[in-house]
């Protein structure tokens, strides 16, 4: 079973706090996204990456994809309230048909 | 681009009746959606794939007969909850492909069923 190990899967810090969120797996990803979700919404697509060892910058939010394709990060820099919500990884596994496996999520609350 | 809607939204149904919900790609068109099942604070469980002008694959545990599929556009995919039951109760969510053979996907707002 090709799994992605999402972690931490609870985060509660204070605004201006750093943070990063872990996503592996044993298996290589032809790409990773990562999505934002509030509740009661769908999933908002933040980053697809691509590359092994891609990084790429979005605002206070850092993306980053491991050279062997099997992990990756999302480091978010001075977490401000509005960063609350549940961040999800998924990708597709190779020869998976382009179906997404996701993550089991991070639930942020960053408080004021 | 990639606007992906879903309705109802909302939708509260009598036990054993059935219920349609409407995923629609509005900009682009999507050969292939995704039906997704999430319970609260967890994660989204993929339930099955549809494909424009063909049937739809379901993931293990599934229930084909249950959870019907149909994808009769390449704007517009439908899963009917047949004969539904209090723990059919959950957020369900489509997403659909852009074309051009990258995996990302692009999801709609949900539908919150519950089943009384």
């Known amino acids: 079973t090709q799994l992605l190990e999402q972690s931490p899967q609870f985060l509660s810090i204070q605004e201006g706090e750093n943070l990063t969120v872990y996503c592996n797996s044993s298996s290589v990803f032809s790409s990773l996204q990562w999505y934002r979700q509030e509740p009661g919404e769908g999933p908002v697509l933040l980053v697809t990456v691509v590359t092994g060892g891609e990084v790429k910058k979005l605002k206070r939010l850092t993306f980053q994809f491991g050279d062997a394709r099997k992990d990756s990060s999302l480091h978010i820099t001075a977490a401000q309230p509005g960063d609350t919500g549940l961040y999800l990884c998924?990708?597709?596994?190779?020869?998976?048909?382009?179906?997404?496996?996701f993550g089991q999520g991070t639930e942020l609350s960053v408080k004021p | 681009g990639a606007v992906v809607s879903q309705h109802p939204s909302r939708v509260i149904c009598k036990s054993g009746t059935s219920v349609k919900i409407e995923c629609r790609s509005l900009d682009f068109q999507a050969t292939t959606m995704f039906w997704y099942r999430q319970f609260p604070k967890q994660s989204l469980m993929l339930m099955a794939t549809?494909?424009?002008?063909?049937?739809?694959?379901?993931e293990q545990g599934v229930e084909k007969d249950k959870f019907l599929i149909n994808h009769a556009s390449l704007t517009l995919s439908t899963l009917t909850v047949t004969s539904a039951h209090p723990e059919d109760s959950s957020f369900y969510i489509c997403?659909?492909?852009?074309?051009?053979?990258?995996?990302?996907?692009?999801f709609g707002p949900g539908t919150r069923l519950t089943v009384l």
């Open positions: 549809s494909n424009e002008g063909s049937k739809a694959t379901y």
């Open positions: 998924a990708g597709p596994p190779y020869n998976q048909g382009g179906k997404l496996i």
């Open positions: 997403s659909a492909k852009t074309p051009g053979g990258t995996d990302t996907q692009y």
